[in-house]
């Protein structure tokens, strides 16, 4: 199974902060890599897929990048609604596993 | 819109076995598989397995090989999980989500399972 390993496993922030979240894979994984965002009690969203597209209705504040083993997700200026904790996830083979979160909290 | 609604909380005794549904609205319930994962309280996210609805094709995770079953009712557009052999540390939220190439679209509301004696 691949591993995947998030850095931090929690940060603290302020809004209007750039926060960066990082991903890294235990083989290569080319760009099959997707970023979810989940609030306590809710379902995961989709934020980005295959590395660095930004999925519809997301917004543009939120953006991804990297291939091969090392991901990022970054949230350019951090807003009240994205306290939440963050969790990366590879698709390139099964079983799909996920990071285990990075929970961003108020400063 | 894509709606995904599952079935309610379910308490379970040690041994004993669920089953949960995941009713899909909003889209052709065969353009999209169907996979399960599970979040035990205060953890990450667990894959557990996908199924094809248009094929019937599966892939579960090793680790719950022989204790899960994943269905589909074409007729109903509704996705089945069924685990048996339950133990304590199946406690957790489970959520079906419509998934496409191992990225999840659109995710259910998630149904708490509570394994106790």
């Known amino acids: 199974d691949i591993q995947m390993t998030q850095s931090p496993s929690s940060l603290s922030a302020s809004v209007g902060d750039r926060v960066t979240i990082t991903c890294r894979a235990s083989q290569t994984i080319s760009s099959y890599l997707n970023w979810y965002q989940q609030k306590p009690g809710k379902a995961p969203k989709l934020l980005i897929y295959a590395a660095s597209s930004l999925q519809s209705g997301v917004p543009s504040r939120f953006s991804g990048s990297g291939s091969g083993t090392d991901f990022t997700l970054t949230i350019s200026s951090l807003q009240p609604e994205d306290f939440a904790t963050y969790y990366c996830q590879q698709n390139y083979s099964t079983p799909r596993t996920f990071g285990q979160g990075t929970k961003v909290e108020s400063k | 819109q894509v709606q995904l609604v599952q079935s309610g909380a379910e308490v379970k005794k040690p041994g004993a076995s669920v089953k949960v549904s995941c009713k899909a609205s909003?889209?052709?319930?065969?353009?999209?598989?169907i996979t399960w994962v599970r979040q035990a309280p205060g953890q990450g996210l667990e894959y557990m397995g996908w199924?094809?609805?248009?094929?019937?094709?599966?892939n579960y995770a090793q680790r719950l090989q022989g204790r899960v079953t994943m269905t589909t009712d074409t007729t109903t557009t509704t996705a089945y999980m069924e685990m048996g052999s339950l133990r304590s540390d199946d406690t957790a939220v489970y959520f079906c989500?419509?998934?496409?190439?191992?990225?999840?679209?659109?995710w259910g509301q998630g149904t708490l399972l509570t394994v106790s004696s």
């Open positions: 909003g889209y052709t319930f065969t353009t999209y598989a």
């Open positions: 989500a419509a998934t496409q190439r191992g990225t999840y679209y659109h």
């Open positions: 199924i094809n609805p248009y094929n019937g094709n599966t």
